[in-house]
């Protein structure tokens, strides 16, 4: 699971980062904002098919602007979340977190915005089928 | 409120879970993390509660020359009897014997400490035979007295004399095999027992007896050694507790160690971010290679945890003790690890990359390997400690001391002392296997 985690998130080799990318894995640190993702994603969906349900929301804008919502709520849980722990971390050495890893943290964020995307995709094709009034969203 | 519940409740939802996310703090927090500090938390698995030091003087007139007046032979002694007497982890009792061709337990009538002020020419005349050095015999009438609670530590110049044999290297090659055979009875009936020599040298007024037995004076400096015989758990309160105060005197020099044990396993790290030329990636152990280096060798260090091998820092950082067995590879340097840095001889401080001393955080380790590897590597990183004899022991020996007055080099060095190391070395090799320890280091 760890691993399958870690090659969602440094896609197989190609997003792999150095430094920061061995202290994800080696510290479990993807699990967590792995699990965070996939609620947002989860419960933005939900919200957008079966809570906001109207006919005016029923429309391709509003379904994209709750993907970009969904994407960047979790670029910021991505981002907070691995500097935070990564701050703890390198204080217990008494050391400071590399300059390098606040270009890594944004690479982090923004892959996962890019799966949450995708994630939020996958599930409104499976959950827009019982929704009233947006079932033919996003096609 | 109610209402901007009602109306907004995805951005509260949203706002929960982000705040949640900047507040949580690691499941780990209550865990004392820490690097632990090199050579410290040692953990002391030593059962026994009694044990025996059987110390042997070798009593001949070659060994005069050591107990003559004030010398630093006996200063170490003093040190050993001190040390031995002070130690607090066992109960240790003190023998003293002076041995020849006859076995001769005395205190000289004073207390264990002060032996070494009594130890003299004179003290030690008539007891047994001073013409008589016979190593096989002595070594053989020792090691069929070891037991279980005891550590034998023989105090000899270990030079052979092959008394009127006119082929000399078959004198020595008796000499091997006769101390190989003993050294193998010996741990045949005790697998457990180890050996370790100590080389001094010391300030030396006497006669130096050539493989001639032609008398010499006027040699002012000679080696001398300490061979030290226990099981291994007395062997490591010897280790830890009384071999630092011999090591600490000015006139230390080298050690070795034989045993029948290895070390295995033992603990590695390879560093993804210190001083390595291509990109790695270090997952559970696994080490995998992202990026080559341009026109470059591939290079890394690995740290490894050799605080429960016995053996000696000289014999740990020489490079042509270890094995490889992938040939892709190969080892730069050996060095060690101090704190947050590691020291390569004759190099620079490398500071250990802050990225890799969190990936250290709570482990523990004393030494660290400069690998290099040529091209694109196929195979596993496998590499070993082999037991060998330390390479002090071949610069220390003389196949031919007749020109020891006049050769100061020759004067640093015992006459058939590779032989008699040989035939302790090929016995332990003989039972036990070649390695101290061996590590394998998947590569993907």
Redesign the interface.
Known sequence: MK?LI?NFYELW?GG?L??F???M???DLYF?VAL?SI??AL??TI?YYY??DRPNTANMKVWMLALL?GAI?NA??AF??AN??LV???A??G??V?NSFSYDMLMFAFINAIWTLILMFVLSIILKWKSPNSSYIPF | MKVIFLKYPLLIFIGILVFSSCKRDKENEDVDQKILVDGADKTDSIKLNKGIVKIYFENTLSMDGYINGNTSFKDVFRELLVAVDNENKIDLETEFYLINNELTPTNFGVENTKISEELTPQSTAGKGNKNSSNFEEILNTILQKQDENVISIIMADFIYSPKGESNTISALNKLRTYTKDAFLKATEQNKTLETKIFSFKSDFKGVYYDINDKSIQGINNRPYYYFIIAPTGLMTVFTNEIAPQLKKTKDYRNEAFFTTSDYNPISTEILSSTANKGRLRVRDGNLEVVSYPGEENLKFIGLIDFSEIPVDDKYLMDKGNYSLSNPEFSIKEVGSKKGKNIHFEGQPIKKINTNDLVSIINKKFTHAIYFEAEGIVSENLKFALRKKMPSWVQNSHSDDDRQIYNDSLEQSKTFGLRYLIEGVSGAYLQIGNDEYFNVTIPIK
């Open positions: 691993d870690a080799g792999y150095g430094g990318s061995d202290q894995f080696n510290n967590p965070y609620i947002v419960a933005i919200i809570i906001l919502i709520i910021v849980v907070v979340s935070n722990d703890e971390i390198f217990s050495i050391e400071e590399p």
